[in-house]
């Protein structure tokens, strides 16, 4: 959840970037952003999988559907319906595919406001349904785009609001008081059900995280966990078949960690050909 909020924050800033405006320029830079270092590890995570990775996520022989979603990435996220989840070279990518659909909404909505409030309460209704249990709470209250997009735009007017718009830090504030209605709401039912706990508690701590927390590293140090970020996130479960594979049994925390800190540097060096962070 706070994933989908922090896109939403770098949307709104970019979209109101000169030169950014326009959907073509838009996703322009947002398809370089994404595509390059996907496909970088695309090729990492097949190598372990041709040489025998085991995983409940490579556990078929794939099919021409597969690789058409594994390559394209929005079909990813729509697993629970496709079974893809059974060749997915990528496992986290599901929620790449749900992040890259509300980037193509983003020229759409985030310039005209009355629009954009209209959306995030209607998918923020779809939202509460789930997380009572009406819809799918593990589908419409966590990975599918009509009950998450909300959560993406509330991260645009977290942006705003940072930036001194006061009608945006009303409508975040009315927002979490909703939020905390709906969480106590379902405590008092007891109502468990697949993330639901999880989903509100991220919310109500993200939203108020994000809004006032400043960073405690040096700016260097934020520039090289922000070019790593992204490259972690993709990396991590292919450098953990990768040592399975080669270790022969499940590898410790620390070398898993130490492989995917330098399959997401080697993939940001050749995938995206520079070091901005060192730049000033």
């Known amino acids: 959840m706070i994933f989908y909020l922090l896109a939403g924050m770098v949307a709104d800033k970019l979209i109101s970037t000169p030169g950014l405006s326009s959907p073509l320029a838009y996703w322009s830079n947002r398809l370089h952003r994404i595509v390059p270092l996907y496909y970088f590890s695309l090729i990492i995570a097949s190598i372990a999988w041709f040489f025998g990775a085991k995983s409940f996520f490579l556990a078929r022989s794939p099919s021409a559907a597969d690789l058409f979603a594994n390559i394209f990435i929005i079909p990813l996220s729509y697993f629970m319906y496709t079974g893809q989840d059974a060749f997915t070279l990528i496992p986290p990518a599901w929620s790449l595919g749900v992040e890259l659909q509300f980037y193509l909404l983003v020229p759409l909505l985030l310039p005209r406001r009355g ?125 953990l078949w990768l040592l399975e594979i080669g270790l022969g049994r499940v590898p410790s925390i620390p070398a898993v ?18 070091w901005p962070c060192f730049k000033q």
Not at 163 to 187: E, K, N, P
Not at 257 to 274: D, M, N, R, Y
Request: proline share 4%; charged share 5%; with cysteine.
């Open 115 to 239: 629009l954009m409030l209209l959306v995030l309460w209607t998918s923020f209704f779809v939202f509460c349904l789930a997380v009572l249990g009406v819809l799918n709470t593990d589908y419409f209250g966590y990975r599918l785009l009509p009950g998450v997009l909300f959560v993406f735009l509330a991260g645009a007017l977290l942006h705003r609001g940072i930036l001194g718009c006061a009608g945006s830090r009303q409508i975040l504030v009315g927002l979490w008081f909703g939020l905390v209605l709906l969480t106590v709401w379902v405590l008092c039912r007891g109502q468990h059900l697949p993330f639901n706990y999880e989903a509100l508690a991220a919310l109500l701590v993200g939203l108020p995280l994000l809004y006032f927390s400043t960073s405690p590293f040096p700016l260097w140090a934020d520039r090289i966990f922000g070019v790593l970020s992204y490259g972690v996130f993709l990396l991590h479960l292919p450098a």
């Open 257 to 274: 960690l130490t492989l995917t800190l330098f399959l997401a540097a080697l993939g940001h060096l050749l995938a995206e050909g520079k």
